[in-house]
């Protein structure tokens, strides 16, 4: 504290929650200031819920903050398992400073029978399934199909992880099934009309509607713990409008603006158009 008192370069602002103005990160930096006789400090707002606070608060401790007891730690861990029970192990592990082990060891005590959920949100912002038994299968058809893909792209396609694609494709050399007899104990023994005999298998992808995947990205900590992310959830929100809304919007415009609503529709567009392009190339690179 008396460091901080003493300091003569500026500290980093502290960090407050919008809604109830309580201190999310930096008490010690405002204690300081308030000893040192200074009238202002700054500030930067946090405008999440108080469950998305609490998560900042936690995860500020665990980088730079006084380090947390295990005591401490694993509480924090309980009550982020209960708010944001979508989040995986690693997930919640990265924010407390635990392990996942001991995450998911944590997880079992408290939700004992609880679960039902069909997959959780891991650190890269993707939904991923619990039971996996599917997806190893739908890995297993990818990769008869177009043997040349990359282990990414199976993952992306079947919902794995590359590393489970990894392990399906090191059991097909084998001439093992994709998915380990204790998770077909699990789900009961393949049917022998389950089973592929070298002939290629096409699956045709269902899209879900437009808001039920900006639901979605709603709950996606990669978007909603970031202001940036804010920003674009806003903006895609603001475009949600049901078609019966655009008609009224349509049949609102005056005849003397038409030309010129039009005109910024057709920006808007290609904008919309240009920022898709961007987001498809950068996923491509990072393949």
């Keep these: 504290m008396e460091m901080l008192v003493a300091a003569s370069v500026p500290l980093p602002p502290i960090v407050v929650h919008r809604p109830s103005m309580r201190v999310i990160d930096g008490v010690h930096r405002l204690r300081a200031a308030m000893l040192a006789g200074r009238k202002t400090i700054a500030v930067r707002f946090f405008e999440g819920t108080e469950e998305d606070a609490f998560i ?34 690693r997930m919640i592990a990265s924010v407390v400073g635990m ?16 679960e039902n959920e069909a997959g959780r949100i891991g650190r890269d912002g993707r939904v991923r399934s619990i039971d996996v038994s599917a997806g190893r299968k739908l890995a297993h058809e990818i990769i008869v199909g177009n043997p040349s893909l990359s282990l990414r792209q199976v993952a992306r396609a079947a919902g794995i992880s590359a590393e489970t694609v990894r392990d399906v494709k090191k059991r097909m050399l084998r001439g093992d099934d994709p998915v380990p007899r204790k998770r077909q104990a699990k789900l009961g023994e393949w049917e022998p009309d389950d089973r592929l005999s070298g002939r290629v298998v096409a699956r045709y992808e269902v899209k879900p509607p437009p808001a039920l995947v900006m639901a979605r990205l709603r709950e996606d900590p990669a ?10 959830l806003r903006l895609l929100n603001i475009h949600m409008v049901r078609s019966e809304d655009w008609n009224r919007l349509v049949d609102s415009v005056p005849p003397h603006s038409t030309e010129t609503i039009a005109e910024l529709a057709r920006y808007c567009a290609e904008k919309w158009s240009e920022i898709a392009f961007r987001i498809e190339h950068k996923g491509s690179k990072s393949a």
């Design 223 to 232: 978007l909603r713990l970031n202001e940036n992310g804010r920003d674009l």
């Design 56 to 89: 900042l608060a936690v995860e500020s401790n665990t980088t730079h903050g006084l380090p947390l007891s295990t005591a401490d730690r694993r509480q924090a861990a309980e009550r982020i398992i209960v708010t944001h029970s979508r989040w995986s192990d």
């Design 99 to 114: 392990s996942a082990k001991t995450v998911a060891a944590i997880r079992r005590d408290n939700m004992a029978g609880e």
